[in-house]
């Protein structure tokens, strides 16, 4: 059936939308926990159900290297391999390729790239027809095509060059995708923080697409690449505005690697819809909790003996149940349940976020709602 996205409510450049899929809907802004290996650490397909997270990310690189995408579709395919009937979106694996690099050199020619497997070293190719196949076989929702990112800062010629060759790949994509009636295909925009360039890339990316009334040769959606590597905020932001201002606005817009709460809220202003990162599990993994105050470093010695939540305008059930003082006593132990727990909230806060500010749109308050968040993260 595609893609359908009505847009609910506007303020500003800030907007909610409800996107229908043949799974179901999501209504943005939408945060997407990240699942590198079909799972997200510390947390299980129950946990996401209760949390109410309508879309989990997965992550190509690894689960075509383990256990194979020809495992996972022999096990029923991403869904039933992860016990989850929510909404999945898989990345193409270019990020990984160039970042998981170990000092081999990574072959990168005009038809793909060549590069070694982070677990055994063994030699693996991707290219942007191979990157569609990989994920029809583990049968996401939502893929991603084949892109190249840049480092950042990273020359003009670079970034041009990076930009030329995801047109290409995105072309490729779309002419390589099969399954139509329950897989959604987003194309990448590239460009570093060149404003100018990040508009051309969005221009033509979307001047791919063509005039094909039946879609099958159209990006369901768009994501904004190449930010959130090291980049200031003052460079992200205007380079998120080149980008989604030449974006069609009947189309989600998805800014890839973002779960930063300024951040988030900033790219919101902006009119994007859909993020993801690992920022919350990762910090709560390592006792960093996230509160409308602020970050907290739960293995601070100040929270031994503390009675309180983690946060106390949290509803989530960590908040709920435990203190700072004995979830500082899990994390200072070693006990698994520390991090599980501090990770369960952190997603739960993180969540609460994004539909706050939905709420804030809906009620043409979202400026005032943007300005606390930065008061506090920015």
């Given at each position: 059936?595609?893609l359908?996205?009505?847009?609910?409510?506007?303020?500003?450049?800030?907007?909610?939308?409800?996107?229908?899929?043949?799974?179901?809907?999501i209504?943005?802004?939408?945060?997407?926990?990240?699942?590198t290996?079909?799972?997200?650490?510390?947390?299980?397909?129950?946990?996401?159900?209760?949390?109410?997270?309508?879309?989990?990310?997965?992550?190509?690189?690894?689960?075509?290297?383990?256990?194979?995408?020809?495992?996972?579709?022999?096990?029923?395919?991403?869904?039933?391999?992860?016990?989850?009937?929510?909404?999945?979106?898989?990345?193409?694996?270019?990020?990984?390729?160039?970042?998981?690099?170990?000092?081999?050199?990574v072959?990168?020619?005009?038809?793909?790239?060549?590069?070694?497997?982070?677990?055994?070293?063994?030699t693996?190719?991707?290219?942007?027809?191979?990157?569609?196949?990989?994920?029809?076989?583990?049968g996401?929702?939502?893929?991603?095509?084949?892109?190249?990112?840049p480092?950042?800062?990273?020359?003009?010629?670079?970034?041009?060059?990076?930009?030329?060759?995801?047109?290409?790949?995105?072309?490729?994509?779309?002419?390589?995708?099969?399954?139509?009636?329950?897989?959604?295909?987003?194309?990448?925009?590239?460009?570093?923080?060149?404003?100018?360039?990040?508009a051309?890339?969005?221009?033509?990316?979307?001047?791919?697409?063509?005039?094909?009334?039946?879609?099958?040769?159209?990006?369901?959606?768009?994501?904004?690449?190449?930010?959130?590597v090291?980049?200031?905020?003052?460079?992200?932001?205007?380079?998120?505005?080149?980008?989604?201002?030449?974006?069609?606005?009947?189309?989600?817009?998805?800014?890839?690697?973002?779960?930063d709460?300024?951040?988030?809220?900033?790219?919101?202003?902006?009119?994007?819809?859909?993020?993801?990162?690992?920022?919350?599990t990762?910090?709560?993994?390592?006792?960093?909790?996230?509160?409308?105050?602020?970050?907290i470093?739960?293995?601070?010695?100040?929270?031994?003996?503390?009675?309180?939540?983690?946060d106390?305008t949290?509803?989530?059930?960590?908040?709920?149940?435990?203190?700072?003082?004995?979830?500082?006593?899990?994390?200072?132990?070693?006990?698994?349940?520390?991090?599980?727990?501090?990770?369960?909230?952190n997603?739960?806060?993180?969540?609460?976020?994004?539909d706050?500010?939905?709420?804030?749109i809906?009620?043409?308050?979202?400026?005032?709602?943007?300005?606390?968040?930065?008061?506090?993260?920015?």
């Amino acid at each position: 059936m595609g893609l359908e996205l009505r847009v609910d409510a506007v303020d500003g450049g800030a907007r909610a939308t409800t996107i229908t899929t043949h799974r179901g809907t999501i209504a943005t802004p939408c945060f997407m926990p990240v699942g590198t290996r079909g799972t997200i650490r510390a947390a299980d397909s129950v946990d996401l159900d209760r949390l109410g997270a309508p879309v989990v990310l997965a992550n190509t690189y690894h689960l075509m290297l383990k256990p194979g995408a020809e495992v996972v579709a022999g096990l029923g395919g991403l869904h039933r391999f992860m016990g989850w009937d929510g909404h999945i979106l898989t990345d193409s694996g270019g990020y990984q390729v160039f970042s998981l690099d170990d000092g081999a050199k990574v072959a990168l020619d005009d038809d793909g790239v060549t590069f070694r497997s982070t677990y055994d070293g063994s030699t693996h190719r991707l290219t942007p027809e191979s990157a569609v196949a990989i994920q029809e076989a583990l049968g996401a929702d939502i893929q991603m095509q084949l892109d190249i990112c840049p480092a950042l800062p990273s020359p003009p010629d670079v970034l041009r060059e990076a930009v030329e060759s995801t047109l290409v790949w995105g072309g490729r994509a779309l002419g390589a995708r099969r399954r139509f009636d329950d897989q959604l295909l987003f194309g990448i925009v590239q460009g570093g923080v060149d404003t100018e360039l990040r508009a051309e890339a969005a221009e033509r990316t979307v001047a791919l697409c063509g005039e094909d009334p039946a879609g099958q040769e159209r990006f369901d959606g768009f994501g904004v690449g190449g930010l959130s590597v090291g980049e200031s905020r003052a460079e992200m932001v205007p380079a998120i505005e080149a980008t989604t201002a030449h974006l069609p606005l009947d189309r989600p817009r998805y800014v890839m690697g973002l779960g930063d709460p300024a951040g988030m809220v900033e790219a919101v202003a902006h009119g994007v819809d859909l993020f993801d990162c690992v920022l919350p599990t990762r910090h709560g993994r390592h006792g960093t909790i996230l509160t409308s105050a602020g970050r907290i470093n739960l293995k601070n010695a100040q929270w031994a003996t503390a009675d309180e939540p983690l946060d106390p305008t949290c509803p989530c059930e960590v908040c709920a149940r435990w203190s700072k003082g004995y979830l500082r006593h899990l994390i200072a132990v070693n006990e698994p349940t520390g991090p599980r727990l501090a990770t369960l909230h952190n997603l739960a806060w993180t969540l609460r976020l994004v539909d706050d500010m939905r709420q804030a749109i809906v009620e043409g308050r979202f400026e005032a709602l943007r300005r606390d968040v930065l008061a506090v993260w920015g």
